[in-house]
Structure formats: C-alpha cells, structure tokens
C-alpha cells in the first residue's frame, strides 16, 4: 500500500510540475500564438498527466484532460486556430486539473461543474465539421488523425508485449496497458507463458509473462505506442501495422499464416536488434503480397525509431531527490561543521597551551589536515547549501499568470517584465517567499498601474509596466518589484498616519521613515477597498514574513512616476558565516554579511562620547549600542572594549562589546515559541565546545536599543514633571 | 509495588522535587532527564525563561518551574537536573526542559489516588494543577505540563520584569 501511495506522490509531484510548465506554455503561446512548439510542449504535458492520471487511479483527471487534449491535437494540426478563448479556457483546465489532483489529497472540494463547463466550451470552439460528426472527443481526434496518417477507419495491428520482468516492482499493472488497449478496439489476446519457470525457481514479484494482442482498432500507431510510454524503456514492444484487407485475408481464408508470422517472429525474437529484423521480414512479406508499400514500412519503422530517440532525450541529466533527505543531508552537514569547529577551537587552544613541548609535536603534524578538513567542511557545506538552492524564475512563472489574469478582470494593459530568473535562492526562502510577493504584485496592479485611459491623461503609454527582477548583493539576494504607475505620495502618507494618530502632527519624518509607516498593521492609502487588496492588511503581513525570514523591506516612489519595493533577503536559511563575539560569559554571533569593521573603544574615543552612546568613526557620527546594557549582563566591562560596525539597509551602528574572536560558520537553529519573542536575537547555534550562541538580529537590536532609550527619556521627562510638581505644591 | 503495576488502570508518573515538595509529572510527556548543563540565557525575556540548552544538537528551552510556580529561583546544586519533556505547543511538538531540585522515582498511581485540585489551599493557579495524587501518607501535586510550558498570554507584560539577574549563570 505504501509503495502504491508512493507513486500516487511521485504523480502528484509531477503533474503539478507539468502543470507549472503548460501555463508557462500557455503565456507564451499567447505572446507567440504562432509558436507551434508551445502548443507541442503543453500538448505532451497534458498527455503525461492523463497517461499516467489513469494508470495511477486519477481517472477523473485522465478524462478531462483527454478533452483538452483533444482540442489541442486539432490546434497542432492547424484546424483550431489559436485564440484568447481558447488559451483562456487551457489556463481555466490548468486550474481545473489542480483543483481536481488537490481534491484528491482529501483537502478541498473539486467543483466537477467547472470542468464540465470548459468541456463545453472547448466542442464549442471546435469546428462545426468535426464536434459535429462525432459525439466524442476521442472520435474526433481519431477520425482527424486516421485522415491524415493513414486514409483508413479501422486498422489492424500485431503487437507483442514483454515487459521487463521487474515490471511490478515499479508499479506498473501489465494488465492495466491491456485493459487500455482491449479498450480501443476488438483484439484477439494470446497469452505467452514459456518464460514462466518451474514453481520452486518462481520468484512471485517479477512477471514472466508476455502478450501477442492483435487489434482492430481507429486510434493510430502513436495511440497505441502511448499506451506503453511508461514501460517503454525497459520493456520490449513491438507493434505492427496489417493493413485491413490482408487481415481480411489471413482471418478468413488463411487462418494459420498470421500464426506462422507470430512463431517466425518468437523465434528471431532474442534480442531487440533481430526483433526489429523480425519486423522488417513482416513488412518484406507484406510487400512481398504486395499489400503494403515498401514506403509504408520504411516510414513506420522510422517514425518507430525517432520515437525512440526522442525518449532517450527526454531522460534528462538529473535526479529527483526528496526534499526531507536533502533536509537530512544538510543536518548532517550542519553537525559536521559543528564538529569541525570544535576541533579547530582545540586546535587553537593548543597554541596558547602550557605545556608546549609535549603538544608541540602533534600539533604540527594535525595542523596540516584540520586544515584540509576545514577547507573540506567548508566546500562541503557550500555543495550541499547549493543542492537546495534553486532559480526563483519558477517563482515569476507564477506571477505572470496572476498580472494576466487580474490585469483582465480590472480592465488594464499591463506588461510584466521579468529579470534575473536565474538567480538561486534556498528552496525554502522561495517558498516563504511566494506569498508576500503575491501580495506586492497585487498591489501594483491593483492601485499602481492606472488604467489606459488615465494613464493616456497623464501622458504614459497605454500599457503599464510591472517589473520584478532579482539579483545577487553579496550574501543577500535583493528582489525589486517596480511598477510605473501612480505610485504614493509621502504627504498623503503622512496625513493618513496623522488621521490614524500613529504620528503626531509636527513630526519630523524622512520620507523613507513615512513610507515605511505603510507597513503598519492596518494602513492602506487606497481609497477604495477591493477585492483585490485595499485593506491594509497585505503589507503588514508581507513585513513580517519578510522580517521572520531575516530580510528586509523598501520602498521607493515617486507620486505618479513609480513605486518600488526592494526586498533584501538571506541566501539561505541554514547556515551562515558569524563573527563570534563576547560580553560577559555569553558568546554572540553577529552576521558576517552585515559587519562593516572593528575596531577598540579607546579611552580617548570614551572620552569624547561625554556619556552619550555616539562616537566618530571615520568622519562620522555613529550611534552605540552597549550589548551589555541592552541585554542587562551582569558584571564589569573590561579596561578595553570593542565595536562591530554594523550596516543594515538604513543605518550603520557600532555594537559595544567585550571581545571579538573571529570568523565562525554557525548552524542556525531557530528557537522554540517561548523565545522566539526575545527582542534581538533570531535564532542559537552549537558552538564547537557544546555551548550555545545566540546569533543576534542587528535590525531587531537595533529597535529595541531605540525603544529602550525613549523609555528611559520618559522616565526621566516623569520624573522632572513630578518633580516640577511637587515643588509647587 | 509490584501489584500496583498490575492494575491496570494504574498509570506512572515521574515525581521531584521542588523546593522542598513532591510533584509530578505524567510519564507519557516525559522525553529523558539529563544532568544540569549550562543554560545559554536569552536576554529580554521573563525571568522563568531561563534560557537554552544543547540537546545532542538540538537547541532546546530550559524554564524555571520554580519561578513560573511562584516560587524562589531554583538554586544551583549538585542535584539539580533538567526534565526534557515534549508537549505540543500550538500545534507544533516541541521538547522543552524543566528544572527540577532532584528527580525521585518513577510511582504507579491509581485513578482513585488521584483527587481533582482543591480550589483554594495549594497557592497555585488551579490550570497548572492536574490533581492531588494520595501517596505513602503524604500528597504529591501532578502538574499540567501542557499548560505550564503553553505559551504565555501576554509576553509583552512578562518580557517587562525588571532585575533580570539570574540565579544561573
């Protein structure tokens, strides 16, 4: 049972990545409606999915993708011209087949009305002559291609069948490819039972069994060839065209000669090679008795072989592998590099050990493989980083279909323009990822990009622009989502946070600190409220994703040019390179990515802070944060204490603190709910003695030294009051 | 004890002590007791969330059962152990530890041993209190786990006590 379930996944799996690949077909299909290799590519997609939906139990997806193919198949054949209807309804069916394979996980409620409605309206598309002389679409495709392939109703076919004799370990049912062929037509069905051993040598798993079927069917060669596209690779099939008259002949007046045929054949049988001997010697007899032309054969036979080559091209370069083993791999990896910073701290303590002499010796001869080990730890951890990184251009596939489909229902032109598909990302940062920058998209086409009449008014071209691109900046990925639209006005900004008192009236506020008040819950400057978004619950919900997945988030705009969010996210989630630091008897780590410099703070340098928590670093005024301060650690600093310089996307900040001990690759383990609220750190790590850091979220210090500091200036503003008060009493 | 285990409806429970009383914990709940190990504090945070700890790997949150109880902060003896315990916080399964004065004995109790909480009388906040179980003369006080380690309702308020020294360090 689970084996079978396990398939059922691998289907699912599949479908959803085929779907995934026909609507990325589909747009371009509609950008290119002459493209005939998009309507191939999502042709042979829907065909996977019904081939397979029927083998695994999904019948009700195989039999209505069987309608879509069918229109399709007349597209190929240039009868359907390609039109927005028709690309409509193939998106509509995409959805529909998701709909239905989501409803088989037992989730949701497929609405079986839909498909039928798309049904509907795909006949209706179909030329009148074709819907109209024949009830079903398996007729028509049938009909259509018997015309062109082979000017015959019904033909007659030898097919002999032996599958691998593992054939059962993978899942397949020879008699479930029977049943589909007996399905197409009459056929005689032979049984070939000399392969079976004796009973003690049986092996009841593997099937020893081959079939001679002869069909009499209208479906064409290729119908037929598919009812063994799964099996083919390891399975021998052969499939033989009779023409209908010749069958006539052998079944009537010369019963035994079709049996003749199928011994000679058994007997140069062997191999795969003498098999398509075997095959040419029928097509030499039909020659011969002049039934088929030599032309037929030869065109058969190759078509035969050209399909072979195109399934050897197919079986691609790479392998699937379970998200979860890669999950496991990278803990592995993770306790590994744990491991080797451990033996790298022995390492290091030894040089400051006492005892020279006796370590002097075996410290040298280790140095020089902990050093490879170390290199080895670290390509390691990159190798196995990067098997879980893929291109985020899956991710803007999506997207398109979402501009297409809105940009329609709110009746605008608008284009999406996609760069740096390409760029990688940790799979599980994409997925988290996909919300939010739904969320943005929708935003833009929903209140950013006006509609071509107003954007005519304002002299813009008619149709609007909606740009996502990503990009590489350092240990960070940066996603850009622009849009040339009405973008916002800070000073509307500004009037609505001081409607909603979340500012006061003569505040002071740069214009990024004004457009970053948009992410507060609860604020939209839409007018209006749409189904669309308009209710200020979206960007509040993208900053905290965004936040939670260590990112950051912009924006920029100019009121009636363009509005750009620009989203600053980790490349992965797991592991990244710290700078181990300390105060007190605490480790921390910092975020290599995000430290600028070190440096001492000087008694001179302490000297100038008159008691304030600035300092000059290099010409410029920086704020500090004492950590010992902030996170109340118990105990003196020492004589000398050190600064990290820290820059984030606004701001640089000097971190106080009381020694900085070097380069360290952490594993990140996030913390459990209870601590997941504590204010500046965004996670722990093992160090290499057993201990653990905690690794420290610069942004998030960052607030909380502010919130702290204004709170200690009410305390201190309270007590003046009072103070002031009680003297005049 | 060995007819105890007999019946059936007998069911096990892991007792410790805390501040000088007897409680318990089910058994079910209970993952493995380690020795007390250093607790990386996390900063910011309300006083019984003492801090973190490396399980074989895994980061896993230590509270002070003492503390959440009302009680002093647990001092730091040659006894004191860390109780792992897995409890299903909002869905999602997380260990957690818990500091123990000393771990007693493992005791198989009866239903009819256990008597539901008083209302007044035990100077605990009745939802921790899962029942008084009657044992060898005396009483033990099986504690709720799943709500003593459930998330608080008002972190904020927590996370605002001041004097943040701790005990363990």
């Known amino acids: ?729 | 004890m060995k007819s105890e285990e007999e019946n059936a409806n007998s069911h096990q429970y892991l007792t410790f002590n805390l501040g000088g009383e007897i409680f318990a914990f089910d058994i079910n709940s209970i993952r493995e007791v380690i020795d007390y190990a250093d607790i990386t504090r996390v900063p910011r945070l309300a006083d019984h969330l003492c801090g973190v700890i490396n399980l074989r790997g895994n980061v896993v949150s230590v509270m002070d059962l003492r503390l959440k109880l009302g009680m002093e902060a647990t001092l730091k003896t040659e006894e004191i152990c860390i109780v792992v315990v897995e409890i299903d916080l909002d869905g999602e399964m997380v260990q957690m530890g818990v500091l123990a004065d000393s771990v007693r004995e493992v005791i198989y109790l009866n239903p009819s041993d256990i008597e539901r909480p008083p209302r007044m009388g035990t100077k605990l906040h009745s939802k921790y209190i899962r029942g008084i179980g009657r044992y060898k003369d005396d009483y033990l006080i099986i504690l709720h786990i799943d709500r003593i380690l459930a998330l608080d309702d008002n972190p904020q308020a927590s996370g605002e006590t001041e004097g943040e020294s701790k005990k363990i360090d």
Not at chain 1, 168 to 185: A, H, Q, R, T, W
Not at chain 1, 336 to 345: D, E, F, K
Not at chain 1, 621 to 637: A, M, T, V, Y
Not at chain 1, 677 to 699: F, H, K, N, R, Y
């Open chain 1, 1 to 729: 049972m689970s084996q079978q379930s396990k398939y059922v996944e691998t289907y699912r799996q599949e479908t959803e990545e085929l779907l995934e690949l026909i609507e990325e077909s589909i747009l371009d299909l509609e950008e290119n409606p002459e493209d005939m290799e998009c309507v191939n590519n999502i042709f042979r997609s829907m065909h996977t999915i019904k081939g397979s939906g029927a083998m695994f139990g999904f019948d009700d997806i195989a039999e209505f993708t069987h309608h879509i193919e069918t229109a399709l198949d007349l597209v190929r054949k240039t009868i359907l011209p390609v039109s927005n209807a028709l690309i409509d309804l193939i998106l509509a069916s995409k959805d529909q087949i998701k709909a239905m394979l989501d409803a088989s996980c037992g989730n949701t409620q497929v609405n079986a009305g839909t498909g039928d409605n798309i049904v509907a309206a795909l006949k209706e598309l179909m030329p009148e002559n074709i819907s109209g002389t024949s009830e079903e679409g398996q007729d028509e495709k049938d009909k259509d291609e018997e015309e062109t392939d082979h000017q015959h109703e019904d033909s007659t076919w030898r097919i002999r069948f032996t599958p691998e004799t593992e054939i059962m370990k993978n899942g397949m049912d020879p008699f479930m490819l029977i049943g589909e062929l007996v399905s197409m037509g009459d056929s005689e069905i032979c049984i070939q039972t000399e392969a079976v051993p004796c009973l003690d040598k049986l092996e009841p798993s593997l099937c020893y069994l081959s079939w001679d079927i002869t069909l009499t069917t209208e479906n064409s060669l290729d119908d037929i060839k598919d009812v063994f596209i799964f099996v083919e690779a390891g399975s021998r099939i052969e499939i033989n065209a009779i023409e209908d008259y010749a069958v006539k002949n052998v079944d009537e007046s010369l019963p035994k000669l079709g049996e003749i045929l199928v011994d000679r054949g058994d007997i140069s049988n062997d191999i795969v090679n003498e098999a398509l001997g075997g095959q040419k010697k029928i097509g030499d007899l039909l020659v011969e008795s002049g039934v088929l032309s030599r032309e037929k054969i030869d065109s058969a036979l190759s078509e035969q072989k050209a399909l072979t080559r195109r399934k050897k091209q197919a079986i691609a370069g790479s392998i699937r592998v379970g998200s979860e083993k890669l999950d496991t791999l990278i803990n592995l990896v993770g306790e590994l590099v744990i491991t080797q910073a451990h033996i790298s701290q022995i390492m290091g303590d030894g040089e400051h050990s006492e005892n020279e002499e006796d370590s002097e010796i075996s410290r040298s001869e280790f140095a020089t493989p902990v050093e490879s080990l170390e290199r080895l730890t670290r390509e390691l951890r990159d190798c196995a980083l990067n098997m879980r990184m893929i291109p985020i251009g899956t991710t803007f596939g999506r997207f398109r279909r979402l501009v297409r489909d809105l940009s329609a229902e709110l009746g605008k032109e608008i284009e999406m323009v996609t760069d740096g598909a390409e760029t990688e990302l940790d799979k599980t940062v994409i997925e988290r990822l996909n919300d939010p920058l739904v969320h943005l998209i929708r935003n833009s086409i929903d209140h950013g990009i006006q509609t071509p009449e107003q954007r005519m008014e304002k002299g813009k071209p008619r149709k609007g622009v909606i740009r996502l691109s990503a990009a590489h900046r350092g240990a960070n990925v940066v996603i850009i989502i622009e849009d040339d639209g009405s973008g916002i006005d800070p000073e509307s900004i500004r009037a609505k946070a001081i409607e909603r008192e979340l500012i006061q009236e003569d505040s002071v506020l740069s214009e990024e600190d004004l457009f970053a008040l948009v992410f507060l819950p609860g604020f939209s400057t839409a007018g209006r409220v749409t189904n669309i978004s308009g209710r200020g619950v979206g960007l509040d919900v993208v900053k905290r994703e965004i936040d939670s997945l260590g990112g950051s988030i912009h924006i920029l705009s100019e009121k009636d040019n363009f509005l750009k969010f620009s989203l600053s996210l980790p490349l992965t989630l797991a592991i990244i390179d710290g700078l181990l630091v300390k105060a007190g008897n605490n480790s921390f780590v910092l975020p290599l990515s995000q430290v600028e410099e070190c440096s001492e703070l000087t008694e001179d340098l302490i000297g100038k802070t008159h008691g304030r928590n600035i300092t000059l670093v290099r010409g410029k005024i920086i704020p500090l944060i004492r950590l010992r301060e902030i996170f109340n650690i118990p105990g003196d600093p020492p004589a000398l204490e050190h600064i990290a310089i820290v820059q984030t996307e606004t701001v640089k900040v000097g971190i106080v603190l009381d020694q900085i001990l070097g380069n360290i690759q952490t594993v990140i383990k996030s913390l459990d709910r209870h601590y997941r609220q504590a204010e500046g750190i965004s996670g722990a790590t093992i160090m290499g003695d057993g201990t653990v850091a905690l690794i420290l979220d610069v942004p998030g210090l960052i607030k909380c030294a502010g919130n702290e500091e204004n709170r200690q200036m009410e305390v201190v503003i309270g007590a003046n009051i009072s103070s002031f008060a009680s003297g005049y009493k």
